[in-house]
């Protein structure tokens, strides 16, 4: 076909053309932005500059004026689409949990609540994959992202950041192609102009700095789904299973009380946010360590949002008492006391008669 009487959008791509919008790393090398503690993220969208951000090779600057968002592999024709068609397409806005995974050089038994709520705003990957045309190969198993960053970390080399997932999970209308969070256009951080978006995963799996979307037969082979971000099938009762970092499993916070408050009354409301990929069913609270558990009121949720819970509890008269919150998700999967990445928060108060 005469490729200049095509549309922009359905121009067939140069063979890595996408990669011509990076300008450079600025800063180049590994960076976390910590989020606040639990009592500081009691709102119900965490608001961007208390969002962590988590970075491995460095923050990638992209050419707008060349960007271009390319489409390909086992679709009927690959396209590429320039910002601003993409800013013309369907616009869809999705409330989302947004929790990272952890470093993935340590053991997943320490919890590091690396987690926030927000709207992102973008087009359906869905959508996009249908503009490539889908349907037609039997091998299509996994899309594939990447990212315009590149280099190295912990030691590994990468010449792209490059994530997969299911083509079941990238078909759902949760996944997004997002350009904002918040109502606002996502930061250099933040991994602007353009990143994917999969609710219900970890964050690792949402590429930031996006340029490529790829429908492959096989898991991608980069260093981000091999050596790092896979992990031991915890239900493997052998311990040998591995198994990609993908759904998010059941977690909580507390962020009433916080550390260290001194109450004058013996009840004490205690309030949180619970998550899990496919929704969280009850939240029991305890106000002894762990000697009697009592079911709190969980709200429902809204697309993938933080479920908010609270519950009124009688502590002892007088003295230190640990609070701990324990979710479980619809699955009946519910979290451990200690051991695993998710275990449940605690928070120390004391209760004081004021004299
Ligand atoms: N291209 C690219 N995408 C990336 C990363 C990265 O280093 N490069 N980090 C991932 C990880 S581990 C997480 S938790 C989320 C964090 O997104 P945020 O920094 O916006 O919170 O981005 C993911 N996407
Ligand atoms: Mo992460």
Redesign the pocket.
Known sequence: MDQKRRPESHKMPDAGEERDAFVRLDPSGPQIRHPPPPHELDAFITPDAK???????GA?VVDETRYKLVIDGLVQRAISVTLDELRQLPQTTITAF?E??GSPLKPPIEACW?IGNVRWTGVRLSHLLRMAGLGESTQANFVWSE?L?RGTFAGIEADR?QKDMPLTKALQPEVLVAYKINDEPLSK???GPV?LVVPGY???N????LCRLSVQAERAPGPYTTTLYNEQDPHDPLGMRMRPVWNVEVNSIITTPKPGDVSRSQYITVQGWAWSDDGVGEVEVSIDNGQVWVAASVADRHEYSWQRFEVNLKAAPIGQCRILARATARSGAQQPLAGRRNHVHHVDVEVSDGS
């Open positions: 969002l962590f951000q988590t970075i491995h090779m990638a947004h990272c995974y690396r990212g960053d950041y951080e933040r991994g990143r970890f964050g690792t949402s590429t930031k700095w």
